[in-house]
């Protein structure tokens, strides 16, 4: 391994997650379910439907109860969704269904260790085709209030036709957001401040300060040393770096080089991608522009110039979603 590898994972070694052994820890679960005990509750007490498994995580029992189950019973379940055809937006999970159990209760797990009630009015921002907004929408009920934004018109149109009880909105790629001041008890953004340039996520989080109430909070996820550590020992993800960013040389190797370079120099490491024809999170955005859209690796400190006064961070968690983001939760204060 690269002497500069070696050295980044020394210097960061309280922020990267390992096992008892020593191994990078590659599958953290959410130490709550708030949605998915409550929606297996309801499954296991309803005549109607077959029993998920007995054991194993909330989350990993419902996503193969939805993988295994007839569509009648998901029916019956309200549970019945499909994954969106191809050109729908959709990030795709370990399972092949369309609800993301883990993650929404991974963010609910993270604000309620932080204290905060799930309640009010939640709005889910880069929400795609809200396969986390379903899973709020079914556990909660009416007790919140869902809001969606995304730029890829195609997306939210699927998303009001089928995700019923969430109301989501085209936004652009640059702020504002059509909503009104100290609209939001609750924001997430899941894998969207990873993408953002610095100038982007600074824009960007000064918008979230204006559409949350004061005392709201607002929970995000980076990419900062654990996930740098996964690309690292374990090549995940994969991606092929010189056609995200453009460098037609650039090997795996080259790519992390540069990244730990920048990151112990400058706090940060942001790569636009090269264009929006290999981005599936851009080419279905009109008039989508890569300027201020790639990869974004960020240490804490920077983190904290970026957020205008007035937001606190009251939460950070490492290498949670997806086994590698960070999440961080501010506070309007
Ligand atoms: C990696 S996906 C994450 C989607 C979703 N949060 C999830 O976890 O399934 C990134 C999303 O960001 C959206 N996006 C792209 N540019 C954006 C922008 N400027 N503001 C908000 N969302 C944006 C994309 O359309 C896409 O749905």
């Not at 498994?53 to 193969?64: I, Q």
């Not at 790629?173 to 953002?196: G, M, R, V, Y």
Request: net charge negative; proline share 6%.
């Amino acid at each position: 391994m690269e002497a500069a590898f070696e050295e980044f994972l020394k210097e960061h070694a309280a922020e990267i997650v390992r096992e008892p052994d020593g191994a990078l820890c590659r599958d953290m679960h959410p130490r709550r379910s708030p949605a998915c005990e409550r929606i297996l509750a309801e499954i296991l007490a309803d005549e109607r439907l077959e029993k998920p498994e007995a054991d194993g995580y909330p989350h990993s029992r419902l996503s193969k109860w939805v993988m295994t189950a007839p569509r009648d019973q998901r029916v019956a379940a309200g549970l019945g969704l499909e994954i969106p055809p191809p050109h729908i937006h959709f990030v795709p999970g370990q399972y092949r269904i369309f609800y993301d159990f883990k993650n929404t209760d991974m963010v609910l797990d993270e604000l309620q260790a932080a204290g905060i009630a799930i309640k009010g009015t939640l709005l889910d921002f880069g929400c795609s085709s809200g396969r986390n907004l379903a899973v709020l929408r079914r556990a909660f009920g009416s007790e919140l209030e869902l809001f969606g934004a995304d730029p890829a018109q195609a997306s939210i149109d699927w998303l009001n036709e089928n995700v019923k009880g969430a109301s989501a909105v085209v936004s652009n790629q640059n702020p504002p957001l059509p909503f009104a001041d100290e609209q939001f008890d609750i924001i997430i953004a899941k894998s969207i401040w990873t993408h953002f340039s610095p100038s982007a996520g600074r824009r960007w989080f000064a918008e979230m300060q204006r559409v949350l109430k004061t005392g709201g909070h607002f929970l995000f996820s980076t990419h900062g040393p654990h996930d740098v550590a996964s690309r690292i020992l374990l090549d995940i993800p994969s991606p092929r770096y010189d056609r995200y960013t453009g460098h037609e040389k650039w090997t795996r190797d080259g790519f992390l080089a540069d990244l730990v370079r920048n990151y112990r120099d400058k706090g940060y490491y942001f790569q636009a991608f090269k264009e929006v024809g290999y981005q599936p999170d851009l080419h279905l955005i009109e008039n989508a522009d890569t300027a201020d859209w790639g990869l974004m690796f960020v240490s804490p400190d920077y983190l904290k110039t970026m957020l205008p006064e007035g937001l606190s961070i009251v939460g950070r968690s490492v290498g949670r979603t997806g086994n590698r983001h960070d999440l961080y939760i501010v506070r309007r204060d």
